[in-house]
């Protein structure tokens, strides 16, 4: 595939990021297909499928004062075909406490988009967290 086609699937895995950490779940819905599966540490281990189990996490009170910006570190898109990819990366997370000190978290993250009528739709997550 293309390095424009690998651009746009970094693209929307920001975009996606972006949306998690905003709270947007307008943006985070348009860009995840209905059946989305995941294994994540909220799941417990468990398979979920479907988007209910991560909306119940967007309708949670947010402190809106908390700034956060979410970084993607050493990404890696391997196309599964001219529909189909796997972005792999870690998930770099930068918040700041009540007492103004800055904190870093990491997550490993897969993703896998496929695109269907010409629009990519994130199909499934497997995330992990770092002690």
Excluded at 16 to 35: H, K, N
Excluded at 73 to 80: A, C, D, G, K
Excluded at 85 to 92: I, K, P, Q, T
């Amino acid at each position: 595939m293309t390095r424009a086609a690998e651009a746009e699937l970094l693209n929307l895995s920001q975009k996606l990021l972006e949306a998690i950490v905003a709270g947007d779940w307008s943006t985070y819905a348009s860009l995840c297909d209905e059946s989305l599966s995941c294994f994540e540490p909220e799941s417990r281990g468990q398979l979920v499928v479907g988007l209910a189990f991560h909306r119940f996490y967007f309708t949670l009170p947010a402190d809106a004062k908390a700034p956060r910006q979410v970084t993607i570190s050493q990404p890696h898109v391997r196309f599964l075909g001219r529909d189909a990819a796997v972005v792999s990366y870690v998930r770099l997370t930068q918040t700041v406490d009540e007492h103004g000190r800055p904190h870093t978290t990491r997550m490993e993250e897969t993703r896998v988009w496929q695109r269907r009528d010409g629009q990519w739709k994130h199909v499934h997550l497997h995330r992990s967290a770092s002690p």
